[in-house]
């Protein structure tokens, strides 16, 4: 079994900064390609970010420059800075990770349950 987890969501001022948490727990080799998304309300699910096992990210580019991924292999744990943070960032974000269960197996993609994260004033 392999679950997949975030953490950090909340309320927020606009201009304000969150950091989110996503670990991965259970019988695992090593995760390799992790990634960010997020479903604003009444809209389809959009990437955030993304950041392979060798640390290469990329950022759909309205978060380019304010969100920040990065990893801790040694954890299981992939993470998310937000900062200058606009009410149009509003959504659920959710964790996804391919993780390889045994050496030498083909990667499973995993989805988390999502964490919302509001933007007001």
């Known amino acids: 079994q392999v679950r997949v987890l975030e953490s950090g969501g909340g309320l927020v001022r606009p201009g304000g900064s969150l950091r989110l948490s996503c670990v991965a727990s259970g019988s695992i080799f090593s995760p390799t390609v992790m990634g960010w998304y997020r479903q604003p309300p009444g809209k389809e699910r959009e990437l955030v970010a993304r950041i392979s096992s060798d640390g290469i990210t990329s950022y759909a580019g309205s978060m380019r420059g304010r969100f920040t991924i990065s990893r801790d292999d040694a954890k299981n744990t992939m993470y998310l800075q937000m900062s200058s943070l606009r009410p149009e960032d509003t959504a659920v974000y959710f964790c996804?990770?391919?993780?390889?269960?045994?050496?030498?197996?083909?990667?499973?993609?995993?989805w988390g349950q999502g964490t919302q994260v509001t933007v007001s004033s």
């Open positions: 996804n990770a391919a993780i390889r269960r045994f050496q030498g197996s083909v990667p499973t993609e995993y």
